[in-house]
Structures are given as structure tokens and as C-alpha cells.
């Protein structure tokens, strides 16, 4: 689907949310929602919040916390706990079924997409008689940045010093 046409579907979601739960429809929460829509990557609160101070948007800290969870509630972000006390959050409006690997030491997520995974789900729910809708995989490891930097290391820690 084009971006232009999900962007627009995105919008009428939201409103349609904030209409059937009473809430105001205002500007700071649809350029919120707009500037989620134009990332393709994962990020936290404090990111998102300096990108659109950079932006010139006038928007403060709470407005996105408490926009996030709106879109959260509607479907139309998801968050994700991937450690270290800091959620992040992606788009998840028409998109597809996708796990993360990520990395313990820099925080490094990479998504990926195995339909074995999927055959997995379905054999799972087959077998315990579960309508399975969605699944959440997450696996945690070194970055191939990160192994080598503890390779590094460790190849220094073990190294005799040379005698004079």
C-alpha cells in the first residue's frame, strides 16, 4: 500500500478512536502520529520527542508519552520491552508479522522474517486447539560489532604484558 493511502488510513483510525473514546483531535497528536508513520525503524520516547523538537514541533515530553499510548491502545503502534528498563515503539499499521534480534550490549534491533516461524504458530495453536492471532519473538544476543569489540577484549585481558 503506498504511503500516501496509509497515511491517510492511519488518520482516520485515529480519529475515529479519539471520536469513540471522547478525546480531543488535536494538531500535536496527529503530527505525532504522522512522524511515527514516516520512520521505518524502532525508537523510544526521548528519540521521538528531540526529532520533532528538532522539527520545530511544539509538542512537550507528556503530549508524546500520552499520544503513544493512544496509539498504542488503537492498534496502530506497538511497544515492545527489549530490555534495559526503555520501551520502544514501531508502526504497526499494515505491517507484517516480524521478530527482533537484538543486541545486549549496544541495543541493536534487527527485525527479521521466517515463515517457518509462522508454520511453527500454526502447528502450536493446531495442537492446543488455540486460535493463535499474533505471536512475539525476541532473541537476544551480541551484534556482530559488539562480539567482535568483546573478542577484542578479551584477547587484550589474556595477552602476557612483555617484560622489559
Do not use: W
Request: charged share 30%; net charge neutral.
Amino acid at each position: 500500500m503506498p504511503e500516501q493511502k496509509t497515511n491517510e488510513l492511519v488518520r482516520k483510525i485515529f480519529e475515529a478512536y479519539l471520536e469513540n473514546k471522547n478525546l480531543r483531535k488535536t494538531p500535536e497528536r496527529f503530527a505525532i502520529l504522522e512522524e511515527i508513520y514516516s520512520r521505518n525503524d524502532h525508537f523510544d520516547v526521548e528519540t521521538l520527542y528531540i526529532h520533532m523538537k528538532n522539527q520545530k514541533y511544539r509538542v512537550s515530553r507528556a503530549t508524546v508519552y500520552n499520544t503513544l499510548e493512544l496509539l498504542v491502545s488503537c492498534d496502530l503502534v506497538t511497544k515492545h520491552q527489549f530490555g534495559k528498563n526503555m520501551a520502544q515503539f514501531e508502526k504497526s499499521y499494515g505491517y507484517r508479522q516480524h521478530d527482533h534480534v537484538i543486541c545486549i550490549e549496544c541495543g541493536k534491533v534487527v527485525e527479521f522474517c521466517d515463515p517457518r516461524i509462522h508454520q511453527i504458530q500454526t502447528m502450536v495453536g493446531d495442537l492446543l486447539k488455540f486460535d493463535v492471532k499474533h505471536h512475539s519473538l525476541n532473541l537476544y544476543g551480541f551484534c556482530s560489532d559488539c562480539s567482535m569489540a568483546r573478542k577484542v577484549n578479551e584477547s587484550a585481558k589474556t595477552a602476557k604484558p612483555e617484560e622489559n
